[in-house]
C-alpha cells in the first residue's frame, strides 16, 4: 500500500513562509490530480491548492497569491509554497494524491501561525 509522506509543517510568525512536501512511499500510475487540503480546528476539511495531469492549477480564494502548488512528476512529488502566511492559516494540512484507480491522502502536518 502506497503511503504520503508530507513533510515542512512547523510553527511561524504571521507574514513568513513555509513550504510543504509531499512524496508518496512508492510508485502511482496515472496520476490525474496532485495537491493539498487543510483542515482547522472545528472545521471541515478544505481545498487549498490543487494541480492536474496538464498542469492547471486551481487555489481556494483565500490562498490565491500567497500560496504555489506545483510538481515533479518524475518523482511524484507536490510541493506547496507558501508565503505572507496569516493566523487563519493554522491548520493541519494534508497532501492528496488522485489517480485513476485510488485516492491517496497523508497523515497531515501541522502549520501554526502565530500573531
Known amino acids: 500500500q502506497v503511503q504520503l509522506v508530507e513533510s515542512g509543517g512547523g510553527t511561524v510568525q504571521a507574514g513568513e513562509s513555509l513550504t510543504l512536501s509531499c512524496k508518496p512511499s512508492?510508485?502511482?500510475?496515472?496520476?490525474?490530480?496532485m495537491g493539498w487540503h487543510r483542515q482547522a480546528p472545528g472545521m471541515q476539511r478544505e481545498l487549498v491548492a490543487v494541480?492536474?495531469?496538464?498542469?492547471?492549477?486551481n487555489y481556494a480564494d483565500s490562498v490565491k497569491g500567497r500560496f504555489t502548488v506545483s510538481r515533479d512528476r518524475a518523482k511524484s512529488i507536490v510541493t506547496l509554497q507558501m508565503n505572507s502566511l496569516k493566523p487563519e492559516d493554522t491548520a493541519e494540512y494534508y497532501c492528496?494524491?488522485?489517480?485513476?484507480?485510488?485516492?491517496?491522502w497523508g497523515k497531515g502536518t501541522l502549520v501554526t501561525v502565530s500573531s
Open positions: 492528496n494524491i488522485r489517480s485513476r484507480s485510488e485516492n491517496y
Open positions: 512508492g510508485i502511482i500510475l496515472n496520476i490525474d490530480t
Open positions: 494541480i492536474n495531469a496538464r498542469g492547471s492549477r
